[in-house]
């Protein structure tokens, strides 16, 4: 498995963990109050396992098992790749910063974009690699 990948994969996994406890949390909220502003914490809980989970962990396991270049055996665009994660992580903190810490719409607008400009990179660095090369 190529070193992006498992850095993706480990950093997927600490926000499966942070998501599945703040879960815990808001559930055992819901039976014994534990306190008023946890349910500030929803949001948050739906970014880490969503984009942080769910979609990283894609990311990092597409990486790493999509065809390599006929003949090189090489991953095209690495960087693309690199910079899609950097800007899925910086994302997920400013869409978490704009939603439970409250630091406005403009924080959370900006962590979308930044979302979205990650999974343009990722397709720009992935694109080569599903084209079929049949005849080439
Ligand atoms: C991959 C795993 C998970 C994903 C993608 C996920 C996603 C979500 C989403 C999207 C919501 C909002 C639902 C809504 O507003 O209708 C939610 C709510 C919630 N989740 Fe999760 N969740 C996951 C795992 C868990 C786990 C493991 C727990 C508990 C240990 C948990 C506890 C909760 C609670 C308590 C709520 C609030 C429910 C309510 O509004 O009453 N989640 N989750």
Redesign the pocket.
């Known amino acids: 498995m190529p070193r992006l990948s498992q850095w993706i994969i480990r950093a997927a996994l600490i926000y ?1 963990l942070l ?2 406890t703040i ?2 949390l ?2 055992a ?2 039976g014994v109050a534990l306190h008023p502003i946890l349910w500030a914490w ?1 949001p948050a ?2 970014e880490f ?2 984009m942080g ?2 979609v990283q962990l894609t990311l990092g396991v597409a990486f790493w098992i999509l065809p390599r270049y006929w003949q090189q055996l090489r991953r095209p665009n690495e960087g693309y790749a690199q910079a899609a994660v950097v800007l899925l992580n910086v994302g997920i903190w400013l869409v978490v910063a704009g939603t439970t810490f409250r630091a406005g719409a403009w924080v959370l607008f900006a962590g979308r974009l930044a979302e979205m400009a990650a999974v343009l990179f990722f397709a720009a660095h992935a694109w080569g690699r599903v084209v079929s090369r049949e005849g080439a």
């Open positions: 499966l998501g599945i879960g815990a808001l559930l909220h819901k929803l809980h739906i396992l969503l989970w769910i």
